[in-house]
């Protein structure tokens, strides 16, 4: 058996590379490790962390194909963050104009969640503590 130890970081491929840094830094409040341009790729690499922790690998590279969001299809179907006050977690989003979907319950864990899309379109949930 392999002994993983946690969850190194998560690569997202962006189209429009201001807007999806914008989004990542000034709206989910992630903060910059280090830019990196890589002129061979014409590609930037922007690693982001969450609460001092890497956990984001931002790419940009020139004109990526569009990977469907919906209908659901195989492979990674969203990025999930805990909050501790849904509420004012789409509060805050709503104030930045960005909606997101009717607030939820998990049959599972009675636990509160909702979803938001990132510019472009990768789902991404906010799941209550």
């Known amino acids: 058996?392999?002994?993983?130890?946690?969850v190194h970081h998560i690569a997202i491929i962006c189209s429009d590379y201001s807007k999806s840094k914008h989004f990542y830094i000034?709206?989910?409040g992630l903060t910059v490790i280090q830019e990196i341009y890589r002129e061979e790729r014409d590609s930037y690499k922007l690693d982001l962390a969450l609460n001092g922790d890497y956990i984001i690998e931002l790419f940009s590279f020139p004109?990526?194909?569009?990977?469907?969001?919906r209908p659901e299809a195989t492979g990674l179907r969203h990025l999930a963050f805990e909050v501790?006050?849904?509420d004012e977690t789409v509060a805050f989003l709503?104030?930045?104009n960005i909606e997101s979907e009717p607030i939820r319950i998990d049959e599972m864990t009675q636990k509160r969640f909702t979803?938001?899309?990132?510019?472009d379109e990768l789902p991404i949930e906010f799941y209550e503590r």
């Open 115 to 119: 979803f938001i899309a990132d510019p």
């Open 84 to 86: 501790s006050n849904l």
């Open 26 to 28: 000034d709206v989910l």
């Open 94 to 96: 709503n104030s930045k």
């Open 1 to 6: 058996m392999i002994n993983i130890n946690k």
């Open 63 to 69: 004109n990526p194909p569009k990977r469907p969001s």
